[in-house]
């Protein structure tokens, strides 16, 4: 199975700065790699996948990045409604897998 | 809109069986396929199962193999999971997602907690 490592594991920011989240296999998934988000309360959502494809309904200021082993979410002018848990998932073969996840606080 | 509404959670004793449904809206169920995710309490999530559109295939990770089933009706836009021989590690919160992955909708959650 492939091992996802996510990191950091937590990261605090304050509304309108931008921030990164790392995802790295343990081999190649070529550019399949998703970003979902979680938050209290609410559906998990699929934010972008195949790497850098925004999901209808993702905003602009969500971007992914990476090919291979090494993958970057980048969420640029933080709106507060961005805080809450995110994961990675690689969906280049079964089983998919799940990095463990950062959680994105309001500094 | 797409929507999937989860029922069938509950406490049960290790060793038992439980069924989740799944009722899916807002798509085509038949043109997709579907799946079963898990998050056991403060840890992150885990893939349970997959089932083709037709429902001809199914696919599941070592460690539910041979003890759940994921099956749909497409008549009824309906999912299930039977859950078999339940352990203590199988607490969790399930989620209905669609698609086989990545999984482009999620449901709420129906909570299935083990324990005696």
């Known amino acids: 199975d492939v091992q996802m490592t996510q990191s950091p594991s937590n990261l605090a920011a304050s509304p309108g700065e931008s921030v990164s989240i790392n995802c790295k296999a343990s081999k190649s998934i070529s550019k399949y790699l998703a970003w979902y988000q979680q938050k209290p309360g609410k559906a998990n959502k699929l934010l972008i996948y195949s790497g850098s494809t925004l999901q209808s309904g993702t905003p602009s200021r969500f971007s992914g990045s990476g090919s291979g082993t090494d993958f970057t979410l980048t969420i640029r002018n933080l709106e507060p409604e961005d805080f809450g848990l995110y994961y990675c998932q690689q969906h280049n073969e079964y089983p998919p897998t799940f990095g463990s996840g950062t959680k994105l606080e309001i500094k | 809109e797409v929507q999937l509404v989860e029922t069938g959670g509950g406490l049960v004793q290790p060793g038992r069986s439980l069924k989740l449904s799944c009722v899916a809206s807002?798509?085509?169920?038949?043109?997709?396929?579907m799946s079963w995710t898990r998050q056991a309490p403060g840890k992150g999530l885990e893939w349970v199962a997959s089932?083709?559109?037709?429902?001809?295939?199914?696919y599941y990770p070592d460690s539910v193999k041979g003890r759940f089933t994921i099956s749909r009706d497409n008549a009824q836009n309906t999912l299930y999971l039977q859950m078999n021989s339940l352990r203590s590690e199988d607490t969790a919160t399930y989620y209905c997602?669609?698609?086989?992955?990545?999984?482009?909708?999620w449901g709420q959650g129906t909570l299935v907690t083990v324990s005696s």
């Open positions: 997602t669609r698609g086989g992955s990545p999984f482009a909708y």
């Open positions: 807002g798509f085509t169920f038949n043109n997709y396929w």
């Open positions: 089932i083709t559109n037709s429902g001809g295939s199914t």
